[in-house]
């Protein structure tokens, strides 16, 4: 059973930055897309970006590009969301999520951490 573990979340003023990670367990990764997707209370889940993790190319949503950065390491099978400049529009619940590289939905989802920008 695959399990996601995201962590680092908190508060931080507009401009500051925060890293998040997510640690992943039970499966084998080198197949599979790792996701990070944001909710905010009464909008729609947002895709934030995702990186392969057999290869080193990752995307993101325009809202955040230039100011987040994916990457892996694969010996902690662990994924990080590094997020400068940030700005109060990130607030939300931040998920990490897992799928088949195959597969087009995301199959596996973690607990999700907070994010609060706000002065």
């Known amino acids: 059973q695959v399990q996601l573990v995201e962590s680092g979340g908190g508060v931080v003023q507009p401009g500051g930055s925060l890293r998040l990670s997510c640690a992943a367990s039970g499966g084998t990764f080198t197949s599979y897309v790792m996701g990070w997707f944001r909710q905010d209370p009464g909008k729609e889940r947002e895709f934030v970006g995702s990186i392969y993790w057999g290869g080193s190319n990752a995307y993101y949503a325009d809202s955040v590009k230039g100011r987040f950065t994916i990457s892996r390491d694969n010996t902690k099978n662990t994924v990080y969301l590094q997020m400068n400049t940030l700005k109060p529009e990130d607030t939300a619940v931040y998920y990490c999520?897992?799928?088949?590289?195959?597969?087009?939905?995301?199959?596996?989802w973690g607990q999700g951490t907070q994010v609060t920008v706000s002065s």
């Open positions: 999520a897992a799928r088949l590289y195959s597969i087009s939905d995301y199959q596996y």
